[in-house]
């Protein structure tokens, strides 16, 4: 099946500096590839995705992009802010609508 | 607004006991999912339905059962036989044609 690694678990950086996630996946069939945010005690919320047709995408401050033939992909959120702490999720998409799932990373902004 | 929704937040389950979390969506979206969420892992599938009345096991459906009588609802009873049942639950739903969930906010479970 398919096997989603994410790193770090744990990040902080200062407020205004850029952030970055990555994500490697094993099966070469894996699609579609979203980013969940999840704030305390809430659940998870999209905030950006990518297909595997595209290399990158940007949503303002957020990008997310996408390397096939090294089967990783990673977040960039730039000038980051106090609300962008949060536990981010990346996931990968094979068959069907079922997801496998990263193990998650803290994300700390220090005002 | 549409959205989905669980119920309770927190639940609080005594050893042998069966508990049964609720899981409702007004989004029209044919297909349902519960994942169960442990710290420091990520989300694994518990089971999935695409269609009422049709449900498929996930990669840890033991100690679980659901039902899917409506479109709307896909409750997940959590029985006696699951022997590690505290963990946070999500549910979320997803429609033909779109690829993305929406997640529901959880409901905490904790044995007493």
């Known amino acids: 099946g398919e096997n989603v690694e994410q790193h770090p678990s744990t990040l902080s950086v200062q407020e205004g500096d850029s952030a970055v996630i990555k994500c490697t996946y094993s099966d070469s069939a894996s699609n579609y590839f979203p980013w969940y945010k999840q704030e305390l005690g809430k659940g998870p919320q999209l905030i950006i995705d990518?297909?595997?047709?595209?290399g990158e995408k940007k949503d303002q401050r957020i990008a997310v992009t996408l390397n096939k033939t090294a089967k990783h992909f990673s977040l960039h959120i730039t000038e980051t802010q106090p609300e962008d702490s949060a536990v981010y999720f990346c996931a990968a998409r094979i068959t069907g609508n079922q997801f496998y799932f990263g193990t998650g990373t803290s994300l700390t902004v220090i005002p | 607004d549409g959205g989905i929704t669980q119920s309770p937040k927190y639940l609080f389950r005594k050893e042998g006991q069966n508990v049964t979390l609720s899981c409702e969506q007004n989004?029209?979206?044919?297909?349902m999912y519960w994942y169960r969420q442990d710290p420091g892992q990520g989300l694994r599938l518990i089971y999935y339905s695409q269609i009422v009345n049709d449900f498929q096991k996930g990669d840890i459906a033991e100690g679980y059962s659901v039902s899917r009588e409506k479109k709307e609802s896909f409750p997940l009873t959590v029985t006696s036989a699951q022997k590690n049942p505290t963990a946070f639950y999500l549910c979320a739903s997803s429609s033909t044609g779109y690829w993305g969930y929406t997640f529901g906010s959880g409901t905490r479970l904790t044995v007493v």
């Open positions: 989004l029209n979206h044919d297909a």
């Open positions: 990518i297909r595997s047709n595209v």
